[in-house]
């Protein structure tokens, strides 16, 4: 019996082997390929990763130092409709969901630090016989949109939408806030280059609708939605990453204008034709983008790597083969992972070395008398004070309060001075509370 065996299994490997070779041969530069991917694939995640936290943390300093400067008697910083489009700016990471007027789950709690951007699980409060709720979020794709010599098109184009909505919409442009994508937290997590546009609506469910019109009783199906945030309703979010791809206006591809306007126009149902927002799908199109960068940055390495392979498949008549498909993401996947792996064991002990090495050195021993002045060191005071230092004389006349008594520079000053001035722990603390989480960094129920 085991002899029949044996001969079973060298005939089928004899007969075999030819269609191995086969496959290994049409195969080979798809696992290479693959393979040199997942080692890309894997460095741009921790560092999206790395920066999304940086992100965090910046713009988190940043709105704590805009805090300092409110003035009495006038909305703060954060609050105020201002140039160039005279709408909410969204710039603290901590509170985007309720300038938008949302709301999370009382048992919400976020796990990661990109969650705090999360566009799922949001909520509005339910208000009866209203229509259908829309926001929308425009992304720049310039730091500062609308200043410079040289405008950007797209942002000229959404002024240009607003002053339309002043002109003929009921709510002009009250429906719009703005971020700015580069290095933004949002934008980062999110996986969103602009511009772009995020369309937030109340898509009313059935039980929506007859909890506004018909009781609910004890033997009445709860929805999950009614059953977590009783009395609110699910928001959907879409992305449109602009320019649009396909033409709006049959025969004619329209400005960035017209796009925008058949977007975001109140009796547009363009909307409806998109699917909700994909967290995987952005994975996957800032993962394209960043292999067609490397592609444009290497021609001769990878750039060669991609087109040959491309032209091997073609050769053989498999481009579309998704068997091939699988094997490239089997082996992309493998390498991406141990890369992620190698790149964190590499960081913790580089930082191991790094703290065992200011253990024992003589001068960090000594550094504790460089820390008499916390100030000197917290990030949001050194922000404060280059803003104080580059302020002219006009500008400072504008913080005086409006009874032309109290200057707020004043105030800050006197702040600044302080030995005990500390953002550190209220910076953190507001994460994460924003988080869901108490000081220890364990989940807390919201009230």
């Not at 609050?79 to 160039?84: G, K, T």
């Not at 997590?189 to 009781?215: M, Y």
């Not at 959907?236 to 400005?255: A, C, K, M, N, Q």
Request: hydrophobic share 40%; net charge positive; aromatic share 10%.
């Amino acid at each position: 019996m085991l002899g029949y065996l044996r001969y079973c299994w060298r005939c089928l490997a004899c007969r075999s082997k030819p269609w191995l070779q086969l496959m290994l041969a049409c195969s080979a530069c798809t696992i290479l390929l693959g393979l040199v991917e997942g080692v890309l694939l894997g460095q741009w995640v921790l560092k999206v990763s790395h920066d999304t936290t940086a992100f965090l943390l910046q713009d988190s300093v940043t709105a704590q130092a805009y805090d300092l400067f409110s003035t009495p008697g006038r909305p703060g910083y954060l609050d105020a409709r201002m140039r160039p489009y005279y709408i909410q700016r969204l710039l603290n990471p901590t509170d985007w969901t309720s300038r938008l007027g949302l709301e999370r789950p009382r048992n919400w709690n976020a796990n990661r630090l990109d969650q705090l951007a999360s566009l799922k699980d949001l909520y509005r409060w339910r208000r009866r016989q209203a229509q259908p709720w829309h926001h929308w979020i425009y992304a720049s794709a310039q730091p500062e949109p609308m200043r410079g010599q040289v405008i950007d098109e797209w942002d000229a184009a959404f002024n240009q939408l607003l002053q339309y909505r002043d002109r003929h919409e009921y709510f002009g442009r009250a429906d719009f806030n703005y971020v700015a994508c580069p290095n933004n937290f949002l934008c980062s997590a999110w996986r969103v280059k602009g511009p772009a546009l995020l369309h937030f609506t109340t898509e009313t469910l059935p039980q929506a609708e007859a909890a506004n019109n018909v009781p609910i009783t004890v033997d009445k199906p709860k929805s999950k939605s009614d059953s977590s945030m009783p009395r609110h309703d699910p928001v959907t979010v879409r992305l449109w990453e602009l320019p649009l791809h396909d033409p709006v206006i049959p025969g004619v591809f329209p400005s960035y204008l017209e796009q925008l306007l058949s977007i975001t126009s109140s009796n547009s149902s363009l909307w409806t034709s998109k699917e909700p927002y994909s967290e995987t799908t952005q994975f996957f199109r800032r993962a394209k983008d960043m292999y067609q960068t490397v592609a444009k940055a290497y021609p001769r390495t990878y750039g060669a790597l991609v087109n040959f392979e491309k032209y091997w498949l073609e050769l053989f008549g498999l481009e579309d083969s998704r068997e091939l498909g699988v094997v490239q993401l089997v082996s992309t996947t493998l390498t991406a992972v141990l890369t992620m792996l190698s790149l964190q064991a590499w960081s913790k002990l580089a930082r191991l070395v790094g703290e065992i090495h200011l253990a024992n050195s003589k001068k960090d021993a000594d550094s504790s008398q460089l820390v008499t002045k916390p100030v000197d060191n917290d990030p949001v005071a050194r922000m404060a004070r280059s803003f104080l230092d580059n302020l002219d004389e006009k500008q400072a006349r504008s913080f005086k309060s409006p009874d032309g008594g109290t200057n707020v520079l004043d105030k800050v000053r006197a702040t600044l001075n302080e030995k005990e001035f500390n953002s550190k722990d209220e910076i953190l603390g507001r994460i994460m509370d924003a988080m869901g989480k108490d000081a220890d960094g364990k989940d807390k129920i919201r009230q």
